[in-house]
């Protein structure tokens, strides 16, 4: 259906050019799907219109849990600093929605001025009215971490009627506005509560369609012991599987985040690992932000076609003049079978459509009289849009459209993991670019070793390294790739930091890690850096072993 095309319309199409990203969504979204959303009221159901400032915000990352779960510890941990208004303690503290964000000082913006400032992102909010926007800030502050996305911080979560009416605004529905502009959604969870209250239950339930950006964090896993821990992870994986329909597991980084001593120092390996893994799933925002925006416009625009397909299949079903109101509800309580019929004659995935029983709702109180007839040319220009133009700008998105600064996240706790003995050696992860070698202490352990297999002229060959390579009983190609990262000049023989290098990285691979597909410079011995190529195997072993 809608199958014709101006094919002039196709070669002007075809001769767009953007300066870069972000620009093309913006012009994508201004020029193909705004004007099917105004047409038929989609902010009146869904999501206000995006501003040009939403495509050009940083990253945001929405912080939730019940209360004294540690969120506000947890940006305090990532910063190493307080946030103008920050509180801490065991009771509910935070009370407000604060938007922590990069600014040249100390200060705090109150939420109706807020959303009435064109740079920022959040004017959408206003349709919450004042009882919320007295209850939102931002915080603005010079931090590096900040530099380089913002972070959301909300009230904890409570339990009980009582405290849900209270709050006078409508809590999920603000954290579904979030989730859906957001880069990454953290759901914190205390080791000594894990119940999942019901407000708690509605609002991971208000996060819609966006579970692909929730990570779960079990904080405060130092209170406890390994077996009480194994205990606790299993009772937070049985609770997430009520509430997170997906067929996979979720992903729970274990750890506690604060600045105080461990309780428990035998978790310390395992909660330094987990550390690295969410700092990295953190660090990587920055350089994934453009490719985020452009999935969320692309499920925008299948939302806006899918509900234009659904008002007007409800409009050649009302009466145009007797009994309007009467059909409206059986039309209402028929909804299924109009969901059906629009599935089948458009060819729409069931899992794309809205939830019914919301849907319904924001039907029942919307004049069906101002429901258009159908725009055969604005559904076509998204599906123009999603078959021609969304492709072309994926081919012209790349890491190049920001500075070298902006592809991580520096500075704050993610600079902790950089210096001296505690610098992670991790491969692929954000790595301190010093020119100290990390392997100098490493370097006293295994030189006995290399002076016991006989060097001739300060190298051993690949044959007498062979012996102790197979000690550590790693499959044959596994070791073929350490032999290729350590092997840096080619000449098939080691000298001592060569090897220092090779039983480097057989520990890392013994204790779990993943091998590097190149060396990170702090690792190449200072005397082999010479050659700049020489961090990067040329024998496409990496790529092409198996693990």
């Known amino acids: 259906m809608f199958s014709f095309i101006n094919s002039s319309s196709k070669r002007k199409d075809a001769g767009k050019k953007y300066s870069n990203v972000i620009e093309g969504l913006q012009t ?61 303690g065991p009771e509910p503290t935070t009370d407000s929605f604060v938007a922590v964000m990069s600014g040249e000082s100390d200060r705090i913006i109150p939420g109706n001025a807020l959303v009435a400032d064109p740079r920022k992102q959040f004017r959408g909010l206003g349709r919450y009215g004042t009882s919320f926007l007295s209850r939102f800030v931002c915080a ?107 067929p996979e597991v979720a992903r729970v980084y274990i750890g506690s985040f604060w600045d105080q001593p461990l309780q428990h120092e035998g978790n310390r390996k395992l909660f330094e690992a987990e550390q690295l893994d969410l700092f990295e799933d953190i660090q990587s925002l920055p350089r994934n932000t453009a490719l985020r925006k452009l999935n969320d416009l692309i499920k925008r625009a299948r939302l806006a076609k899918i509900h234009s397909f659904i008002l007007c299949e409800l409009k050649k079903k009302i009466p145009t003049v007797f009994g309007r109101h009467v059909k409206k509800e059986t039309l209402l309580n028929m909804l299924p079978e109009v969901y059906k019929t629009v599935q089948q004659e458009y060819n729409i995935p069931p899992g794309d459509f809205p939830d019914i029983s919301e849907y319904k709702e924001k039907l029942r109180i919307f004049d069906w009289s101002k429901i258009p007839a159908m725009k055969v040319k604005f559904v076509e220009n998204i599906n123009n849009m999603l078959r021609t133009e969304v492709p072309k700008l994926m081919e012209n998105m790349s890491s190049d459209d920001i500075s070298e600064s902006e592809r991580t996240v520096r500075g704050g706790a993610f600079s902790g993991i950089s210096y001296g003995p505690f610098r992670s050696t991790l491969a692929g992860g ?6 100290r070698w990390s392997l100098v202490h490493d370097k006293i352990k295994y030189e006995p070793i290399f002076d016991s297999l006989q060097p001739v002229n300060g190298q051993i060959s690949g044959v007498s390294a062979k012996g102790e390579m197979l000690k550590s009983k790693l499959p044959n190609n596994v070791l073929g790739r350490v032999w290729a990262l350590a092997d840096i000049d080619r000449d098939d023989q080691l000298d001592v930091d060569e090897f220092t290098l090779l039983m480097h990285l057989i520990q890392l691979k013994l204790d779990g890690h993943d091998l ?20 990067q195997p040329s024998n496409g072993i990496a790529d092409s072993s198996r693990e």
């Not at 590097?516 to 961090?535: A, E, F, V, Y």
């Open 28 to 88: 994508l979204y201004k020029e193909n799907v705004r004007p099917l959303e105004d047409l038929y009221f989609y902010s009146e159901f869904f999501s206000p219109p995006i501003d040009p400032c939403d495509f050009e915000a940083k990253p945001m990352v929405l912080l939730i849990g019940q209360y004294s779960t540690g969120k506000t510890t947890f940006i305090r941990y990532l910063l190493e600093r307080d946030y103008p208004g920050m509180r801490i």
């Open 516 to 535: 590097p597909d190149k060396l990170p410079m702090h690792m190449i011995p200072p005397q082999h850096r010479k050659n700049p190529t020489s961090s």
């Open 430 to 435: 954000n790595q301190d670019r010093s020119t």
């Open 140 to 246: 603005e502050m010079d931090n590096s971490v900040i530099d380089s996305l913002s972070i959301i911080d909300t009230p904890g979560i409570l339990s009980g009627e009582k405290q849900r009416n209270a709050r006078g605004y409508d809590f999920a529905a603000v954290l579904g506005w979030f989730a859906e502009r957001v880069d990454r959604i953290i759901l914190l969870f205390d080791a000594h509560k894990l119940d999942i209250s019901d407000e708690f239950h509605r609002c991971i339930k208000a996060l819609g369609k966006n579970d692909h950006k929730i990570r779960i964090v079990l904080n405060k896993s130092d209170m406890v012991d390994y077996q009480q821990l194994m205990r606790v992870y299993g009772a937070l994986m049985w609770s997430l599987g009520k509430v997170i329909n997906t």
